[in-house]
């Protein structure tokens, strides 16, 4: 129960889960799980390696994550925040430090490409002088539309759970196909290589055994 109160502690630091993709890292499939901790007003990136289990962290003050959008027209804004955080994932790289790994961000797009998101889109509501009845019939369709979006949010959610499940599951499965690939390819060069020492192995006494059938027919004519 300690460990658990720790670990609750430690996604209670880090804040509210906002983003996930799936990227691959040295040939692992990592989670990439985005934490907004609005309290310290702070954004972690944590990876998550589904072989390994090894989990890394980023952590920017939201000053900081600003600054890495304050010359990108498209994502100056910061209510652009899936096209924010899928930026930060693109360049997202594992980097050796002494005997530890520590996540760094790249300059540039890393080889390894994660999962697309859909970017947000931030829609504008027209204001303006309103009577009464105006406004009430507003706030209606503002409810139903907030009913209909919550909805539509959730029904997004489980199929964009279920679709970012299965990705994974392809990413594993793709993953032992390729090693059992490599596998047997390396079984095959194995088994090559011992073939052509053998051949060699016999060519060389074929060799002796002739070089030393010349030299008896050679003593028994001088003979």
């Not at 490409?113 to 859909?118: F, H, I, N």
């Not at 090559?192 to 008896?216: C, G, L, T, V, Y």
């Amino acid at each position: 129960f300690q460990d658990d109160d720790a670990e609750k502690a430690e996604e209670a630091d880090k804040g509210a889960l906002n983003y996930q993709e799936s990227k691959d890292f040295n040939g692992e499939c990592f989670l990439i799980n985005v934490y907004d901790n609005t309290k310290k007003r702070a954004v972690t990136f944590e990876v998550y390696g589904l072989d390994t289990q090894d989990t890394l962290h980023l952590q920017y003050t939201y000053q900081e994550f600003d600054g890495l959008f304050r010359f990108n027209a498209e994502l100056m804004n910061p209510n652009r925040k899936d096209g924010r955080f899928h930026w930060v994932a693109q360049r997202l790289g594992i980097a050796a430090v002494g005997k530890e790994r520590k996540l760094k961000l790249n300059p540039e797009p890393t080889e390894e490409v994660p999962q697309l998101p859909t970017y947000e889109t931030v829609r504008k509501i027209p204001t303006g002088r309103m009577d009464l009845k105006e406004r009430q019939r507003l706030r209606e369709q503002m409810d139903m539309l907030d009913i209909k979006r919550n909805e539509n949010i959730a029904k997004k959610k489980a199929a964009s759970r279920q679709k970012f499940l299965k990705h994974v599951f392809w990413l594993k499965q793709e993953d032992e196909r390729i090693k059992k690939v490599r596998d047997v390819k390396l079984a095959a060069e194995r088994e090559q290589r011992i073939h052509m020492k053998e051949e060699s192995e016999q060519k060389i006494e074929e060799a002796d055994n002739n070089e030393k059938e010349k030299q008896r027919h050679r003593r028994k004519n001088v003979e």
